[in-house]
């Protein structure tokens, strides 16, 4: 097993259904970050590429210079966000600079790919948000747009997110997944779930597999504390995802339902309450 279960066991690559003759491109062509001249804009997407794969020694919570902290725990960007952020179905940032701004449902406005940032610095991070002139944002921008090059504004890459897995109809059951744990993931996130660093016993180089929760990993406001979709507080209760694993909700089900499941009952709810409060179609992305 490698470290690309989770994203690879979500999603098989899929064939692409192509018009015949149609000359389209291939447009999963990441470019190579090395061959960028060593001038300012080559430096700065270098650095910016550092930052994802390297976030805990240019901006981690243990960083010599107090005003550079901005992350809250030792991950990496790339602890998700795997090869850098360019790997298919692995959470790729990789072709998604022309799809920003776009809309966000939990703030209820149109978010910047700083935003976007920010909101994974905040809660995958557990960290603060980095102000936009700050070198270290403009650097990890200026990545993201760099792994764009090539794909027009509003083309939608195939292989982007993590992929579907078909939803349980019951509660997800801790203990079963405690069994799985141990199974198929110890040997690498430690039994207690708290990782393996490289250097021992400081951070300074990171983990070689990443705490999985604790102090040192995302909270629960998090992509990755969800079940159903990894990602996205709302103002209208009713556009909550069903699976977000805070309160308050609007629905009247438990936060302990609404973390493990059955989520069929609370969308049925949801429905029904958004239908009586002024006919709005139900939303299928829940
Ligand atoms: C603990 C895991 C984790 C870490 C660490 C993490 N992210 Fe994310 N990130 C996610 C998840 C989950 C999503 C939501 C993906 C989706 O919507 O399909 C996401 C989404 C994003 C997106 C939007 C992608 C899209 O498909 O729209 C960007 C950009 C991003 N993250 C950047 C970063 C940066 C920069 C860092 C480091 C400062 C970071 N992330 C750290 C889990 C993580
Ligand atoms: C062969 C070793 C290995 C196994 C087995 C493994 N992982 Fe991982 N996992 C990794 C590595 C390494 C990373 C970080 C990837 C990177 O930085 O490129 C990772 C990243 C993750 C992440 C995102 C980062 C974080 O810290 O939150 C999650 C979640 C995760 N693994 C969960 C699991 C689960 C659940 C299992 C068992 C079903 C599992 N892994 C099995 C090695 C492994």
Redesign the pocket.
């Known amino acids: 097993?490698?470290?690309?279960?989770?994203w690879t066991a979500l999603g098989a690559v899929p064939c692409i259904a192509q018009d015949a003759g149609a000359p389209n491109p291939p447009i999963w062509t990441v470019p190579e970050v090395g061959a960028l001249p060593d001038d300012k804009n080559g430096r700065l997407v270098r650095r910016g590429r550092d930052l994802i794969?390297a976030t805990y020694a240019n901006i981690g919570p243990e960083v010599a210079n107090p005003t550079k902290r901005y992350a809250g725990n030792n991950?990496?960007c790339?602890?998700?966000h795997?090869?850098a952020g360019t790997k298919k179905f692995a959470l790729p940032i990789f072709g998604l600079f022309g799809e920003f701004p776009q809309y966000s449902p939990r703030l209820r406005a149109e978010i910047t790919i700083e935003d976007r940032v920010n909101a994974c610095m905040t809660r995958?991070m557990n960290g603060r948000a980095m102000p936009l002139d700050a070198p270290e944002m403009q650097a990890i921008v200026a990545y993201i747009k760099f792994l764009s090059t090539g794909v027009p504004a509003g083309q939608k890459v195939p292989g982007l997110g993590a992929g579907k897995m078909p939803e349980l109809d019951r509660a997800a059951d801790p203990a079963r997944g405690r069994l799985?744990?141990v199974?198929?993931?110890?040997?690498?996130?430690n039994t207690d779930g708290s990782?393996v660093r490289r250097s021992l016993p400081t951070v300074d180089l990171g983990?070689?597999?990443?705490?999985?929760?604790g102090s040192d990993?995302?909270n629960d406001g998090a992509g990755?504390a969800r079940l159903i979709r990894l990602d996205r507080d709302y103002p209208d209760l009713l556009q909550k995802p069903v699976d977000s694993p805070y309160g308050p909700y609007a629905d009247g089900f438990t936060q302990q339902q609404h973390k493990y499941g059955p989520f069929a009952p609370i969308r049925e709810t949801v429905a029904r309450l958004k239908a009586e409060a002024g006919g709005q179609k139900p939303d299928s992305q829940q």
Not at 1 to 6: E, I, N, Q, S
Not at 183 to 189: F, L, N, Q, S, T
């Open positions: 097993m490698t470290a690309t279960w989770f794969t991950l990496a790339s602890n998700c795997l090869e995958s799985i744990y199974r198929a993931c110890v040997a690498c996130h990782g983990y070689m597999t990443p705490p999985l929760w990993s995302f990755m």
